[in-house]
């Protein structure tokens, strides 16, 4: 809002400038302007935008009880079941036999409102990951192939190639947000030992108790950058363990790695019947989780 300042020019003379009651007018005049201009509705943010006509509001699920959250976010959940349904069945239909591999889930009820939570999302559409699948693929080798029939069998909403834009997370995968049923359904390509690696990472630091840990996290960055040569079909040398890292941590580690050194030499699909016990148990990482992994400290 612009004010322009009167003048004689403007048509008001110098006596009446002079008047000791024009002070008193023209500040009143300012108070009325600012009052007018805050009481202009507020432009609603990027967010707010983002929800549309029938969409749930994040408040007004918080103005619930307990219980009738939890039975909300249940009904939520279920919504997107034939969806995801779908979408594994087309999964599996295309690449179902070694040594492809399709797992998926439903987002738990608690994760949901847990993630409700964290992310302050303003509705619930904002939450694009209830329906998960993973395309598990032996190496770098099978990516044109599989992307090509996702990008043909799936209405694709967004894209995420984290194998050529790597974050500095190191966390590397091919993230789609298809649309089934009018419902998202997010759709991960990884290598096993990108999977297996994830998987690691996801219990000891993501979701883990050592996301401070600076040793393992770097570790996870060497083995990350490792892991990539061997699915690109270049030579790569794993590193070892620190043993100074915490038992617990050590111990997943070393069986990971062991898993790891295995992929090309063991059955593949005894392989995957151990990772898709493992992913199961837990929540994997989403679309628009990557960016929030735990970071290595740069020495100055």
Known sequence: MKIRFLSSSSGVSQSAIRNPKFPIFFCALLLALCSSAEAQPKKPNRAQQACKVGD?????????GPGQQAEFVETY?????????QALEALRAAHGNPPFQVIGRLKAAASIQE?????????FSQLTDIAGT??????????????????????????EDLLRDVRESRYRALHYLAWVEDRPVEIQIHTYRGTLWADAS?????????GDNQTLISYLYRLSDVIFLLDSGLPGQIPEVPETLPPQAKAILKKTVADIRDVSRRDLTDLYRQIQENMLKDDFF???EFENLPMARTKP
């Not at 993630?115 to 509705?123: G, M, Q």
């Not at 993973?134 to 694709?156: D, G, H, S």
């Not at 996801?202 to 108790?209: A, E, F, S, T």
């Open 77 to 85: 959940r279920q919504k997107h079941s034939s969806a995801w349904k």
């Open 115 to 123: 993630k409700i939570a964290r992310k302050k999302y303003f509705c």
């Open 134 to 159: 993973r395309l598990i693929i032996p190496n770098y080798a099978a990516l044109p192939l599989v992307t090509q029939n996702i990008e043909n069998q799936f209405v694709i909403r967004e894209k």
């Open 202 to 210: 996801h219990q000891l630091v993501y979701k883990g108790p050592f």
């Open 56 to 64: 749930y509001s994040v408040a007004e699920y918080e103005r619930l």
């Open 286 to 288: 989403a679309l628009d």
